[in-house]
Protein backbone atom coordinates (compact mmCIF):
# COMPACT_ATOMS: atom_id res chain seq x y z
CA UNK A 1 0.00 0.00 0.00
CA UNK A 2 3.20 2.49 0.75
CA UNK A 3 4.39 1.98 -2.99
CA UNK A 4 0.98 2.61 -4.22
CA UNK A 5 0.72 5.82 -2.00
CA UNK A 6 4.47 7.06 -2.92
CA UNK A 7 4.02 6.06 -6.99
CA UNK A 8 0.72 8.33 -6.97
CA UNK A 9 1.87 11.36 -5.65
CA UNK A 10 5.47 10.79 -7.74
CA UNK A 11 2.60 10.53 -10.66
CA UNK A 12 0.64 13.72 -9.28
CA UNK A 13 4.00 15.52 -9.24
CA UNK A 14 5.48 14.19 -12.47
CA UNK A 15 2.26 15.15 -14.81
CA UNK A 16 1.92 18.77 -14.95
CA UNK A 17 6.29 18.73 -15.04
CA UNK A 18 5.32 16.70 -18.20
CA UNK A 19 3.26 18.72 -19.94
CA UNK A 20 4.82 21.80 -19.38
CA UNK A 21 7.78 19.94 -20.89
CA UNK A 22 5.77 18.75 -24.14
CA UNK A 23 3.95 22.44 -24.32
CA UNK A 24 8.21 24.02 -24.40
CA UNK A 25 8.68 21.22 -27.02
CA UNK A 26 5.64 21.88 -29.09
CA UNK A 27 6.61 25.89 -29.19
CA UNK A 28 10.20 24.93 -30.39
CA UNK A 29 9.18 22.58 -33.22
CA UNK A 30 7.01 25.27 -34.19
CA UNK A 31 9.22 27.80 -34.35
CA UNK A 32 11.49 25.57 -36.43
CA UNK A 33 9.36 24.42 -39.26
CA UNK A 34 7.83 27.88 -39.66
CA UNK A 35 11.54 29.51 -39.84
CA UNK A 36 12.52 26.42 -42.46
CA UNK A 37 9.29 26.93 -44.45
CA UNK A 38 10.01 30.40 -44.97
CA UNK A 39 13.78 30.39 -45.79
CA UNK A 40 12.78 27.82 -48.38
CA UNK A 41 10.22 29.60 -49.83
CA UNK A 42 13.23 32.18 -50.27
CA UNK A 43 15.23 29.95 -51.70
CA UNK A 44 12.41 29.09 -54.23
CA UNK A 45 11.71 32.53 -54.94
CA UNK A 46 15.56 32.86 -56.05
CA UNK A 47 16.56 29.60 -57.46
CA UNK A 48 12.93 30.14 -60.15
CA UNK A 49 13.15 33.17 -60.39
CA UNK A 50 9.62 34.36 -59.19
CA UNK A 51 7.19 35.61 -56.56
CA UNK A 52 6.32 33.12 -54.06
CA UNK A 53 4.29 33.48 -50.89
CA UNK A 54 4.08 32.17 -47.80
CA UNK A 55 0.44 31.93 -47.39
CA UNK A 56 -0.59 32.32 -43.66
CA UNK A 57 -4.61 31.27 -42.54
CA UNK A 58 -6.21 33.07 -40.19
CA UNK A 59 -10.03 31.87 -39.65
CA UNK A 60 -11.95 32.11 -42.79
CA UNK A 61 -15.08 31.11 -43.59
CA UNK A 62 -15.99 27.32 -43.25
CA UNK A 63 -12.11 26.77 -42.49
CA UNK A 64 -11.46 23.34 -40.96
CA UNK A 65 -10.80 24.48 -37.33
CA UNK A 66 -7.38 22.23 -37.30
CA UNK A 67 -6.59 24.92 -40.01
CA UNK A 68 -7.60 28.46 -38.00
CA UNK A 69 -4.23 30.86 -36.89
CA UNK A 70 -2.18 27.46 -37.86
CA UNK A 71 -1.99 26.46 -41.36
CA UNK A 72 0.64 27.46 -44.10
CA UNK A 73 1.70 26.52 -47.43
CA UNK A 74 4.04 27.97 -50.27
CA UNK A 75 2.74 29.13 -53.78
CA UNK A 76 3.61 30.85 -56.72
CA UNK A 77 2.55 34.35 -56.98
CA UNK A 78 1.53 36.71 -60.29
CA UNK A 79 3.01 40.16 -59.68
CA UNK A 80 0.00 41.64 -58.63
CA UNK A 81 -0.34 39.14 -55.87
CA UNK A 82 -3.32 36.84 -57.48
CA UNK A 83 -2.55 32.89 -57.18
CA UNK A 84 -0.68 31.77 -60.28
CA UNK A 85 -0.11 27.88 -59.01
CA UNK A 86 0.79 25.82 -56.01
CA UNK A 87 4.75 24.36 -55.69
CA UNK A 88 5.22 20.29 -56.60
CA UNK A 89 5.18 18.23 -53.39
CA UNK A 90 4.21 21.68 -51.56
CA UNK A 91 0.97 20.55 -49.15
CA UNK A 92 -0.62 22.33 -46.01
CA UNK A 93 1.28 22.44 -43.32
CA UNK A 94 -0.40 23.12 -39.67
CA UNK A 95 1.61 24.36 -36.62
CA UNK A 96 2.13 21.21 -34.20
CA UNK A 97 -1.14 20.85 -31.19
CA UNK A 98 -1.31 23.97 -29.03
CA UNK A 99 0.58 26.64 -30.62
CA UNK A 100 -1.08 29.37 -32.42
CA UNK A 101 -0.04 32.08 -34.67
CA UNK A 102 -1.64 35.23 -33.18
CA UNK A 103 -0.63 37.69 -35.65
CA UNK A 104 1.35 38.57 -38.60
CA UNK A 105 2.56 42.61 -39.17
CA UNK A 106 3.27 43.85 -42.91
CA UNK A 107 1.62 41.15 -44.53
CA UNK A 108 0.63 41.32 -48.10
CA UNK A 109 -2.94 39.68 -49.48
CA UNK A 110 -2.69 36.91 -52.11
CA UNK A 111 -6.04 37.14 -54.45
CA UNK A 112 -7.62 34.56 -56.51
CA UNK A 113 -6.92 31.56 -54.40
CA UNK A 114 -9.02 28.20 -54.60
CA UNK A 115 -8.63 26.97 -50.91
CA UNK A 116 -11.33 24.64 -50.91
CA UNK A 117 -9.12 21.59 -50.05
CA UNK A 118 -9.14 22.74 -46.08
CA UNK A 119 -12.81 23.91 -46.17
CA UNK A 120 -12.50 27.77 -47.07
CA UNK A 121 -14.88 29.91 -48.87
CA UNK A 122 -12.13 32.48 -49.21
CA UNK A 123 -10.54 34.14 -51.67
CA UNK A 124 -7.41 35.77 -50.14
CA UNK A 125 -5.49 34.71 -47.70
CA UNK A 126 -2.60 37.10 -45.86
CA UNK A 127 1.21 36.43 -47.04
CA UNK A 128 5.09 36.79 -47.01
CA UNK A 129 5.94 37.14 -50.19
CA UNK A 130 9.37 36.98 -51.32
CA UNK A 131 10.36 38.85 -55.05
CA UNK A 132 12.71 37.24 -57.49
CA UNK A 133 15.75 38.43 -55.98
CA UNK A 134 14.85 36.92 -52.64
CA UNK A 135 13.78 40.29 -50.51
CA UNK A 136 10.81 39.99 -48.88
CA UNK A 137 8.11 42.39 -51.27
CA UNK A 138 7.07 43.65 -48.34
CA UNK A 139 8.40 45.54 -44.40
CA UNK A 140 10.11 43.89 -42.44
CA UNK A 141 7.82 41.18 -41.12
CA UNK A 142 6.90 39.72 -37.23
CA UNK A 143 4.58 36.94 -36.25
CA UNK A 144 3.91 36.07 -32.91
CA UNK A 145 3.19 32.20 -31.94
CA UNK A 146 1.49 31.48 -28.78
CA UNK A 147 0.41 28.78 -26.88
CA UNK A 148 -2.97 28.03 -27.11
CA UNK A 149 -5.94 26.67 -29.27
CA UNK A 150 -8.62 27.78 -31.49
CA UNK A 151 -12.24 26.66 -30.16
CA UNK A 152 -15.47 27.72 -31.67
CA UNK A 153 -14.26 31.00 -33.58
CA UNK A 154 -12.06 32.39 -30.68
CA UNK A 155 -7.92 32.34 -29.75
CA UNK A 156 -7.69 30.78 -26.49
CA UNK A 157 -4.57 31.29 -25.20
CA UNK A 158 -2.90 29.22 -22.50
CA UNK A 159 -1.84 31.70 -19.72
CA UNK A 160 1.85 30.55 -17.36
CA UNK A 161 1.56 29.24 -14.39
CA UNK A 162 -1.94 30.83 -13.78
CA UNK A 163 -0.89 33.80 -13.02
CA UNK A 164 -2.98 36.12 -15.84
CA UNK A 165 0.26 36.16 -18.27
CA UNK A 166 0.21 34.80 -22.07
CA UNK A 167 3.53 34.36 -23.39
CA UNK A 168 4.57 35.27 -27.24
CA UNK A 169 7.36 33.91 -29.43
CA UNK A 170 7.87 36.99 -31.77
CA UNK A 171 9.45 35.66 -35.01
CA UNK A 172 10.97 38.06 -37.45
CA UNK A 173 11.78 38.02 -40.77
CA UNK A 174 14.40 40.59 -42.39
CA UNK A 175 13.01 42.08 -45.24
CA UNK A 176 16.16 42.08 -47.58
CA UNK A 177 18.05 39.03 -46.48
CA UNK A 178 14.99 37.01 -45.85
CA UNK A 179 16.94 35.96 -42.50
CA UNK A 180 14.31 34.30 -39.84
CA UNK A 181 15.42 35.46 -36.00
CA UNK A 182 13.66 34.12 -32.60
CA UNK A 183 13.32 37.65 -30.67
CA UNK A 184 12.97 37.65 -27.01
CA UNK A 185 9.90 36.18 -25.66
CA UNK A 186 7.38 38.68 -24.58
CA UNK A 187 4.62 38.66 -21.59
CA UNK A 188 1.27 40.31 -21.87
CA UNK A 189 -1.49 39.83 -19.59
CA UNK A 190 -4.84 38.02 -20.46
Known sequence: MTVIVIAAILFGIGIPAFTTMIQGSN???AI????????????????????VAVLLMKNE?????DYCYSAYRVCVVNDDNSFREWIEDENWKTLPKGVLRQNVSQSESITSLDITDIGSSANTAVALVFMENGQMKNATSDISLRQGRYVNGNLVFTERNGDGKIISHPIEIN???GKVKVKDITESDT
Not at 39 to 45: D, H, L, M, T, V
Not at 61 to 65: C, Q, S
Request: glycine share 4%; net charge positive; with cysteine.
Open 32 to 51: RQLSAKISAARAYAVTNRCK
Open 175 to 177: KYT
Open 61 to 65: TGLKE
Open 27 to 29: MTV
